[in-house]
């Protein structure tokens, strides 16, 4: 079965850190474009951040020089390290399979981050 | 960025009618980049639609989408009491990945 499971979340301080993990199965994490997208509560999801095949990386501006995007391969895993955490980074996060047209085919279930003092 | 705005914010149908959303662009959009989602409660979006009109696997044929540039559409042709729920456009263009705020299709 392929799936993914996010992992890491839960309430941290502003100006904190976290890191989220997203445990892949049924396919090969480095093998295709992977990436993080959040979602405030009541808002539409938001892209945060991508790595490729060739571990090239691209960041959303809002999480630029805070966030960073890696995969390790042994575990088939994808991680977000969240540095300087800010009230406005409260949201669900996801990590997702980004398709060759451009759209995201899959989802994990997501993990929720609270920024709140 | 591409700014993509749906309408309308909330739409209230029954069982058996047709739903017909939009998503506007704030720039013209590729027709290959341009996929539609949909939301449960509690659960993550599920790709629909993607390259404007193609249906992902497994979605069923009343789900319907088209439109080009600036202007696109998602149709649900006849509702079924598991099509309710809030449906999100979204686009890829320089490098970013966009979506709209959504639609909410509520039963009336």
């Known amino acids: 079965e392929v799936l993914l499971v996010e992992s890491g979340g839960g309430l941290i301080q502003p100006g904190g850190s976290l890191r989220l993990s997203c445990a892949a199965s049924g396919f090969t994490v480095s093998s295709n474009y992977m990436t993080w997208v959040r979602q405030a509560p009541g808002k539409g999801p938001e892209w945060v951040s991508i790595?490729?095949?060739?571990?090239?990386?691209s960041y959303a501006d809002s999480v630029k020089g805070r966030f960073t995007i890696s995969r390790d391969n042994s575990k088939n895993t994808l991680y977000l390290q969240m540095n300087s955490l800010r009230a406005e980074d409260t949201a669900v996060y996801y990590c997702?399979?980004?398709?060759?047209?451009?759209?995201?085919?899959?989802w994990g279930r997501g993990t929720m981050v609270t920024v709140s003092s | 960025e591409i700014v993509l705005t749906q309408s309308p914010g909330t739409l209230a149908l029954s069982p058996g009618e047709r739903a017909t959303l939009s998503c506007r662009a704030s720039q013209s959009v590729s027709r290959s980049y341009l996929a539609w989602y949909q939301q449960k409660p509690g659960q993550a979006p599920r790709l629909l639609i993607y390259g404007t009109s193609s249906r992902a696997t497994g979605i069923p044929d009343r789900f319907s989408g088209g439109g080009s540039g600036t202007d696109f559409s998602l149709t649900i042709s006849r509702l079924e009491p598991e099509d309710f729920a809030v449906y999100y456009c979204q686009q890829y263009g320089s490098s970013l990945w966009t979506f709209g705020q959504g639609t909410k299709v509520e039963i009336k």
């Open positions: 790595i490729y095949t060739g571990g090239t990386t």
């Open positions: 997702a399979r980004l398709g060759p047209t451009n759209a995201f085919d899959m």
